[in-house]
């Protein structure tokens, strides 16, 4: 398991804006993705379903090193 890291983006605004999130469904994501992609920015997106969170699809988006966690939110338009 890598050694995942946050931005303070991520802890100081993502985490107040979305209280809900837990960081483990954000790694989830990560070691599990249904879907990832290349974001402008030197960015990555990763989705995956979270079952906690009532099946829901989790968009995360991390730095160029796929491990520093930069933002997270449901994606309700999620097509696969």
């Known amino acids: 398991m890598a050694d995942y890291r946050y931005t303070a983006y991520f802890e100081n605004e993502v985490l107040r804006k979305r209280p809900y999130l837990k960081k483990e469904w954000c790694v ?37 090193d796929k491990i520093t966690i930069h933002n997270a939110f449901p994606d309700r338009g999620f097509k696969k």
């Open 28 to 64: 989830q994501v990560l070691e599990n993705p249904i879907r990832t992609e290349s974001q402008d920015g030197n960015r990555f997106r990763f989705w995956g379903r979270i079952d906690e969170f009532g099946g829901r699809v989790l968009r995360v988006v991390t730095l160029e």
